[in-house]
T-cell receptor
Framework: DGGITQSPKYLFRKEGQNVTLSCEQNLNHDAMYWYRQDPGQGLRLIYYSQIVNDFQKGDIAEGYSVSREKKESFPLTVTSAQKNPTAFYLC???????????FGDGTRLSIL | GIQVEQSPPDLILQEGANSTLRCNFSDSVNNLQWFHQNPWGQLINLFYIPSGTKQNGRLSATTVATERYSLLYISSSQTTDSGVYFCAVEQNYQLIWGAGTKLIIKP
């Protein structure tokens, strides 16, 4: 089945540790996105990528990094510089930017 | 930047009732999408509706771009409709999200 797969579903991070969240899509979409959602709030854009080997910062990119080496993969690294990383992280993709976005099931990140 | 406001913030209804959710936005946008987030966090794209009216089963949406608002109608509510409904508007390749309407449907 075509879709977006995020892993792991739950992730725990120690202080000072970098962690990487996986996002894979088999929809042949060019554009991919990472969002952060805090309890009771809407989503905020961290990074997006319109095409392979290209990505742009969103509203809250500080403390995060991404790569887009393959069309189907857009991993997100939460670095130790992100002081409040506890949140629900959602990955999305669309055929192109300005097209409907479709979401994975998310990763819940917590601090130990 | 653009502001997206959704109302009401919370809505509790009995099964079978109808409801209207509203989304106001403060500037011109390229498009608007409605999403449903279920209690497990899964986000489902309901409508991609920059203008006009669309219907999908018991759900329909209308966007009046010139007046900068969109409405989501849910008819004959079911308990599975519970969750948070978000509207998001696109400007400069980015989706800007409202804070959502939390809908609870009681059996």
């Amino acid at each position: 089945d075509g879709g977006i797969t995020q892993s792991p579903k739950y992730l725990f991070r120690k202080e000072g540790q970098n962690v990487t969240l996986s996002c894979e899509q088999n929809l042949n979409h060019d554009a991919m996105y990472w969002y952060r959602q805090d309890p009771g709030q809407g989503l905020r854009l961290i990074y997006y990528s319109q095409i392979v080997n290209d990505f742009q910062k969103g509203d809250i990119a500080e403390g995060y990094s991404v790569s887009r080496e393959k069309k189907e993969s857009f991993p997100l690294t939460v670095t130790s510089a992100q002081k409040n990383p506890t949140a629900f992280y959602l990955c999305a993709s669309s055929k192109q930017v300005n097209q409907p976005q479709h979401f994975g099931d998310g990763t819940r990140l917590s601090i130990l | 930047g653009i502001q997206v406001e959704q109302s009401p913030p919370d809505l509790i209804l009995q099964e079978g009732a109808n409801s209207t959710l509203r989304c106001n936005f403060s500037d011109s946008v390229n498009n608007l999408q409605w999403f449903h987030q279920n209690p497990w966090g899964q986000l489902i794209n309901l409508f991609y509706i920059p203008s006009g009216t669309k219907q999908n089963g018991r759900l329909s949406a209308t966007t009046v771009a010139t007046e900068r608002y969109s409405l989501l109608y849910i008819s004959s509510s079911q308990t599975t409709d519970s969750g948070v409904y978000f509207c998001a508007v696109e400007q400069n390749y980015q989706l800007i999200w409202g804070a959502g309407t939390k809908l609870i449907i009681k059996p």
